[in-house]
């Protein structure tokens, strides 16, 4: 192929699309969808998306549209973003087109104008009223999860949306917690689709996924940033997620003791709570790191007593702490069928969960345990355990066993520890 085709084929954006950048058919409900959620990671490739919905929308190119659209609002979080990025950006809308079939773009009028009379107006989040009064067969909106005025510049846009006979719009964005967002998610008219940074991978430097993998994966910013998650904070949870990021460490030092709390499910069914399997170590001066986390469910005793025992190996771990107030002989027994050498301390609790786990939170406001790596199933559970328990109304597993990992190691009287290796 000469270079005219090599450049044609690259320009086939229904060839080369992922999946996540292709518009939905029909919404949850059945229907046809009236907004579309692009939610994901950085450099997912949700401009690119944007754009090229647009430009299908604007000359009617199948099949991501049926007819050309002629009034289309562009709506930034900023003028600057919605020329920078959505417009003129790398991935943006000039950018997206042949150079025979590119729109007009007039800066000062804030307008981009093609050759078949579709006309494409700019708008900036921080300005709603902006939106008031001209009207639109669709929109794009980006990063609508950082807008400062979200609410209000959300409903200008919807008033707007009056021309043809099915106004639709895009919205692409890194989520946060907002209320619009979350709302709007929940909406039977809209469709969602996830990506994480690693789904455009193949666009991306190689360097960058390293880095920002390597320092942020698993941690709240990355699974925010990267992952496209949304990360919530339960306002009576007795863990937030910005006591947690204070509390992270690459690694930890040489500890004195290590133990593996063991959580056990009551029963031994596939619909059965999961076996809460936590690893934590003691260092110098007292202070607690938490090293691993391989809570399993729907297995067998027999299952969990291996994948304990096995991560007991692992850590080089002192001994085995396990909770016995569902059959305690039956989990000392299971654990001794799998390897009747490894030490098990066991534990009974006589008090509620919370009860048991408020003393351990307060170790972690005063600094006194740390986090070596991301755990970001355990931390789930302890940005969501309240007096209530969890939100889902589930047995907090992977909590139960770091609250008993912690407790061995910093708040239930014993001797001294010995120094690991003597």
């Known amino acids: ?149 979200a609410e209000a510049a959300f409903d200008m846009l919807q008033f707007g949306l009056r021309l043809g006979s099915q106004p639709r719009q895009l919205i692409t964005t890194t989520p946060r917690p907002t209320a619009l967002l979350k709302r709007l998610m929940a909406d039977p008219a809209s469709v969602v689709s996830r990506a994480p940074t690693q789904a455009n991978a193949f666009n991306l430097a190689p360097t960058f996924l390293q880095g920002v993998m390597a320092r942020y994966a698993g941690t709240r910013l990355g699974r925010q940033e990267l992952d496209g998650e949304i990360i919530e904070d339960r306002p009576d949870a007795l863990w937030s997620r910005a006591l947690l990021e204070r509390c992270r460490v690459h690694e930890a030092p040489p500890l004195q003791r290590i133990v593996v709390a063991v959580d056990p499910p009551a029963t031994s069914s596939k619909r059965a709570d999961a076996c809460g399997i936590v690893a934590a170590g003691l260092a110098e001066g007292g202070m607690v ?36 107030n569902q059959g305690g002989d039956m989990v000392k027994a299971v654990i001794a069928e799998v390897d009747a050498a490894v030490p098990v301390i066991p534990v009974r ?63 239930a009287p014993r001797a001294q520890p010995r120094v690991r290796g003597l």
Request: with cysteine; proline share 5%; hydrophobic share 45%.
């Open 289 to 324: 790191y938490v090293i691993a986390d391989e809570t399993v469910a729907g297995v067998t005793p027999a299952l969990w007593a291996a994948k304990a025992i096995a991560l007991w190996r692992r850590c080089e771990a002192d001994a085995l702490v396990a909770e016995v």
């Open 1 to 149: 192929m000469n270079e005219d085709e090599l450049g044609f084929l690259a320009r086939q954006w229904d060839i080369f699309a992922h999946p996540h950048q292709r518009p939905p058919e029909l919404a949850p409900n059945g229907a046809p969808w009236l907004i579309w959620l692009m939610v994901g990671g950085r450099g997912a490739g949700k401009t690119r998306a944007g754009a090229e919905w647009i430009r299908a929308q604007a000359l009617g190119l199948a099949p991501f549209a049926v007819e050309a659209v002629s009034r289309i609002a562009l709506v930034g979080e900023t003028e600057h973003d919605a020329r920078e990025v959505m417009i003129e950006g790398v991935s943006g809308l000039l950018a997206v087109h042949a150079a025979h079939e590119r729109p007009a773009w007039s800066p000062s009028r804030k307008r981009l104008e093609w050759s078949n009379g579709a006309v494409a107006q700019a708008f900036s989040a921080d300005d709603p009223e902006s939106l008031r009064g001209p009207q639109f067969g669709c929109a794009w909106s980006d990063e609508m999860a950082k807008w400062r005025y």
């Open 349 to 411: 609790a006589t008090r509620g969960k919370w009860l048991r786990a408020e003393p351990v939170a307060t170790l972690y406001e005063q600094g006194r345990v740390r986090h070596a790596g991301s755990f970001a199933a355990l931390e789930d559970e302890m940005c969501d355990f309240a007096l209530s328990g969890l939100s889902s109304g589930r047995s907090p597993d992977r909590l139960d066993a770091l609250v008993w990992a912690v407790t061995s190691l910093a708040l």
